[in-house]
């Protein structure tokens, strides 16, 4: 086995990006969901993880960026390691956290220029309102958040044993 310097074998690993997102839910158990104005589809709130910040800490950043709220990222949820897709020549990792529970929207401060609409939705309308490969993170986050157990899915789903 030949050694390889530290520099040279870092630079040949493979590099991902990385994503947070936060489960925010009203009393009743519908999930907030915005709706960028960049995108045809609703996502949750959050956003990618910038140079040395931790998921954690861009979760918090993004929910205060584009919704006005300050909150912290509770437990984690979901972590979904997604494959390079579409436009996107990376994997991509995505934390789900636990955001909370609100009682309504007041207090909402959108960013006209990134998100034109926010609104809480019951569970059916969630999933056809997110991409195909986000939905099972919808599951697995209520799921994890009632079990006090992190899910761990690998493109969307659960990976066998």
């Not at 009682?103 to 401060?109: H, K, P, R």
Request: glycine letters at 8%; a negative charge; hydrophobic letters at 40%.
């Amino acid at each position: 086995m030949t050694w390889t310097d530290p520099a040279t074998w870092y630079a040949n690993l493979p590099a991902f990006h990385a994503a947070a997102g936060a489960l925010i839910t009203n009393p009743v158990g519908r999930v907030l969901l915005v709706k960028p104005t960049y995108r045809d589809h609703w996502a949750f709130p959050g956003g990618y993880v910038e140079k040395d910040e931790y998921p954690h800490e861009a979760c918090t950043r993004e929910v205060r960026e584009e919704l006005g709220l300050a909150v912290d990222a509770g437990d984690l949820l979901v972590v979904d390691w997604a494959p390079a897709a579409g436009q996107r020549p990376r994997a991509l990792i995505h934390f789900t956290f636990d955001c909370g529970t609100l009682d309504g929207l007041e207090g909402i401060d959108l960013p006209g220029q990134e998100l034109e609409n926010v609104a809480f939705f019951p569970l059916r309308e969630v999933e056809q309102r997110l991409p195909v490969n986000v939905v099972p993170r919808v599951d697995a986050a209520i799921r994890a958040r009632t079990q006090h157990v992190p899910v761990y899915l690998a493109g969307g789903t659960v990976p066998r044993r």
